[in-house]
C-alpha cells in the first residue's frame, strides 16, 4: 500500500546551517505530496506541497522537490533559525482517496 | 472563520471513566479524522469521516467511537478510559483527500488517564 518513509530524527544545527530532511514514497500513480510541521504545543500545519512530478513546493525559506525517478520529496532549507525548531511530517493522500499518511517525524532543533 | 477547533484542551480522567472529545470546523470540509500522537511519536489515524452520517476505522479504533451527525462536528468517545489512551488527540479536516488538498488541524486535546 502506500506509504512514506521519513528521515529519523533528532537532528540538531547550528543556527544558518544547511537542513536535509529525506523522504520517500511507494504510491500507485502521481499523488500530490506535503510536508506538515508542528511547532512546540500544536497542531500540525502546512509547510508546503506539490501537486505533480517535478513541481517544487516553497515557503518560508523551505524547498521541496517532486521527484518521481527516485520517488521522493526532500526537504531542504538553506540557513535555519532557531524559530524553526519543530517537528517535521512527510505525507502523501492514500489511493483511495479517503485519508492521509504521515512519516513518523523529523524533530529539528536549531541552537544559536 | 476559525478553523478547526477542539474542547477541552487539557483533561485528566481516572480510570473507567467516559469523555467525549469535540471538534468543529467551520469550512464545510467533507472529509474529517481523529488522530491520537504519543510522546516522541507520529500520527496515528483512529477514524475518518468522509461525509456527514459516514465513519470508518483508521489504524487505532479499540476504545473510541466516532459519530457524524453534521458536516461541522465530528466527536470522539473515549469509553471505559485506560492509561494506554493518555495522548494528545487532534482533529483534523479537508475538503478531500485528493487533488492537493491540505488538511487543518485543531490544537489538539491534551488527555492524561491516571
Known amino acids: 500500500g502506500d506509504s512514506v518513509t521519513q528521515m529519523e530524527g533528532p537532528v540538531t544545527l547550528s543556527e544558518e546551517a544547511f537542513l536535509t530532511i529525506n523522504c520517500t514514497y511507494t504510491a500507485t500513480g502521481y499523488p500530490s505530496l506535503f510536508w506538515y510541521v508542528q511547532y512546540p504545543g500544536e497542531g500540525l500545519q502546512l509547510l508546503l506541497k506539490?501537486?505533480?512530478?517535478?513541481d517544487k513546493g516553497s515557503n518560508k525559506g523551505f524547498e521541496a522537490t517532486y521527484r518521481k525517478e527516485t520517488t521522493s520529496f526532500h526537504l531542504e532549507k538553506g540557513s535555519v533559525q532557531v524559530s524553526d525548531s519543530a517537528v517535521y511530517f512527510c505525507a502523501l493522500p492514500s489511493d483511495t482517496g479517503n485519508q492521509f499518511y504521515f512519516g513518523t517525524g523529523t524533530s529539528l532543533t536549531v541552537i544559536p | 472563520n476559525a478553523g478547526v477547533t477542539q474542547t477541552p484542551k487539557f483533561r485528566i480522567l481516572k480510570i473507567g471513566q467516559s469523555m467525549t472529545l469535540q471538534c468543529t470546523q467551520d469550512?464545510?470540509?467533507?472529509?474529517m479524522y481523529w488522530y491520537r500522537q504519543d510522546p516522541g511519536m507520529g500520527l496515528k489515524l483512529i477514524y475518518y469521516?468522509?461525509?456527514?452520517?459516514?465513519?470508518d476505522k483508521g489504524e487505532v479504533p479499540n476504545g473510541y467511537n466516532v459519530s457524524r451527525s453534521t458536516t461541522e462536528d465530528f466527536p470522539l468517545r473515549l469509553e471505559l478510559a485506560a492509561p494506554s489512551q493518555t495522548s494528545v488527540y487532534f482533529c483534523a479536516s479537508s475538503y478531500s483527500a485528493s487533488g492537493g488538498n491540505e488538511q487543518y488541524f485543531g490544537p489538539g486535546t491534551r488527555l492524561t488517564v491516571l
Open positions: 469521516s468522509v461525509g456527514a452520517g459516514i465513519t
Open positions: 469550512m464545510n470540509h467533507n472529509y
Open positions: 506539490a501537486t505533480k512530478a517535478d
